[in-house]
């Protein structure tokens, strides 16, 4: 079942500027997991934020998450032509199986112009 | 590169057909994964081994026939697939699948379509 959502579905910046975009999960999550996929290819794994940290940083990347309100955004500054992409949130849950089971959203589909 | 080689990169196939799907990784990992990524749909787990034992069938078809020989080398085998499993194939692994905060490592995908 569909853990993670993404918001806005795409998303058109200009070259220079930030940009946000939020997810939104269901159920208690070890830890929340932000992807990138270009077009035709597989994901990259960008950033990792655990359950009991708040903000995390890399390079131009900043990720925010609140478990209070089941919701994780990841910022991109100074956006690129190259940071166009999908992106997607990943949530690793708990389960009956004890693996790690990574369930993703449908994405954010975003495009910078130059 | 990360490290994940599938093919092949596109396969179209008749749905009597049979035929393989091959993943490699080439990074040490204990886990391998199956995911089936479809136009606008979250991108679904569909089988997770670790150290060549399945350890999560996600009520896929029947018709999708997962192997893994050794912990390096991860297959699907395909038969009598409908259109609708025509999609964007994509393997990954990851070190350990009993640690939580453990990322993926995705191939490129094999692009199925089923005419």
């Known amino acids: 079942s569909q853990q993670g959502e993404e918001d806005p579905q795409a998303l058109s910046i200009q070259e220079g500027e930030n940009a946000t975009m939020n997810c939104s999960y269901k159920t208690s999550i070890n830890n929340l997991q932000w992807y990138r996929q270009n077009s035709g290819r597989g994901l990259v794994h960008l950033i990792l934020?655990?359950?009991?940290?708040r903000e995390k940083h890399s390079g131009r990347l900043r990720v925010t998450l609140d478990t209070s309100k089941k919701s994780s955004s990841l910022l991109i500054t100074a956006s690129r032509a190259a940071d166009t992409a999908s992106y997607f949130c990943a949530t690793d849950q708990p389960n009956s199986g004890g693996y790690q089971k990574v369930t993703f959203g449908t994405g954010t589909k975003l495009q910078v112009i130059p | 590169e990360t490290g994940v080689t599938q093919t092949p990169r596109h396969l179209v196939m008749g749905m009597t057909n049979k035929k393989s799907l091959k993943c490699e990784q080439h990074?040490?990992?204990?886990?391998m994964y199956w995911y089936k990524q479809s136009a606008k749909k979250p991108l679904e787990l569909m089988f997770v081994?670790?150290?060549?034992?399945?350890?999560e069938n996600n009520s896929v078809p029947s018709r999708f026939s997962p192997e893994c020989p050794n912990s390096s080398h991860l297959f699907l085998h395909l038969h009598t697939l409908q259109p609708e499993d025509s999609a964007l194939y994509l393997c990954?692994?990851?070190?350990?699948?009993?640690?939580?905060?453990?990322?993926?490592?995705f191939g490129s995908g094999t692009q199925l379509s089923v005419l």
């Open positions: 990954a692994s990851s070190q350990d699948p009993w640690r939580s905060n453990e990322k993926l490592f």
């Open positions: 081994y670790s150290l060549e034992e399945r350890v």
């Open positions: 934020i655990r359950s009991n940290e």
């Open positions: 990074l040490g990992h204990n886990a």
